[in-house]
């Protein structure tokens, strides 16, 4: 069996916040007459293999931020979103899982075959990068008959703003986007960024203007004159107020995110839910605010 470890304590949060949201939707499109006749799709777009183990620490050389999702808090395994996805009482009517690697894509497959041999015909399962697949999965389906909860759920800042914007132009999928928190590392003090991660921050963000909601210049005059100097804000609040921005710029309604916190108490991970269909979004907000907010 591969083992995949990751979390602690916040993994658990930022888990029972998703399967809470995943039961309500179901419950809406299989109650609502209007919505009965809706495809409904969970896609899982950093899926893992299901489960998940304290054993493997996963690194990926970019110094970000892997590491923090070992955290003191994991104990044994646990159900992963995929597991919890496909658990649910009122499973979805299609699955599409995206996993990187493929041994973990594998023993994902593996997983189902075994413990969910009835819903495997409704499962698709890619051993290939979330970015592209999503992409490409968005403009395939008929958004006029089918609906979908996305869970974004990466390490770090492997999800491009261009994969938001295809999700959010579907008008058809709710999105939970566990965003890292851990770009504030990359917002040096003295602005000296290298350049390989301002292009990073420019794709994570789809946007320039982190550089100016990060940084101001500021002017001071003294006895030798004007003087200026670069003032950073890079708080919790400020990188979340913009990502949440930057979500609205495309989303119908997004929600004031979860900042996830490690057992020492430093935030990790906002995790966001936006809103793609203008009829559907007062709703959802309502459900995923009242989940984030518990
Ligand atoms: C945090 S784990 C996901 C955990 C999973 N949501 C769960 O609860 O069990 C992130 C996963 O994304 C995979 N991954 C990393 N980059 C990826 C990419 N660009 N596309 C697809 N999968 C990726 C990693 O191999 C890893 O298994």
């Not at 921005?245 to 430093?266: D, H, I, M, W, Y």
Request: aromatic letters at 12%; a neutral charge.
């Amino acid at each position: 069996m591969i083992e995949h470890a990751f979390g602690g304590d916040w993994t658990e949060v930022k888990l029972a916040r998703l399967a809470k949201y995943l039961a309500a939707y179901r419950t809406i499109f299989t109650g609502n007459e209007r919505a009965r006749h809706f495809t409904t799709w969970y896609v899982d777009a950093f899926a893992g293999t299901g489960s998940r183990s304290s054993v493997e620490v996963p690194t990926s050389g970019l110094g970000l931020p892997e590491e923090i999702y070992q955290d003191a808090d994991t104990k044994g395994y646990r159900d992963g979103s995929a597991r919890i996805a496909l658990g649910l009482q009122s499973p979805f009517d299609k699955y599409l899982f995206i996993e990187k690697l493929r041994g973990r894509a594998g023993e994902l497959k593996a997983v189902i075959e075994r413990d969910f041999p009835s819903l495997l015909p409704r499962c698709d399962i890619r051993n290939d990068d979330a970015n592209t697949v999503l992409c490409t999965w968005c403009n395939e389906r008929n958004w006029k008959k089918e609906r979908a909860v996305v869970f974004l759920d990466p390490y770090g800042m492997q999800v491009e703003w261009g994969t938001i914007q295809a999700l959010a132009a579907t008008k058809a999928i709710d999105l939970w986007y566990l965003f890292p928190l851990g770009v504030a590392r990359l917002l040096k003090r003295d602005g000296n960024i290298d350049e390989a991660w301002q292009n990073r921050l420019d794709q994570l963000f789809g946007t320039a203007e982190w550089r100016s909601r990060f940084y101001q210049t500021r002017t001071t005059r003294d006895l030798f004159g004007d003087r200026e100097e670069l003032e950073r804000n890079a708080t919790v609040e400020n990188i979340q107020g913009f990502i949440q921005e930057r979500l609205a710029s495309s989303f119908a309604k997004v929600a004031n995110g979860l900042v996830l916190r490690n057992s020492k108490s430093s935030p990790l991970y906002s995790l966001c839910f936006a809103a793609a269909n203008e009829r559907g979004a007062t709703t959802a907000l309502k459900i995923a605010q009242s989940i984030l907010d518990d």
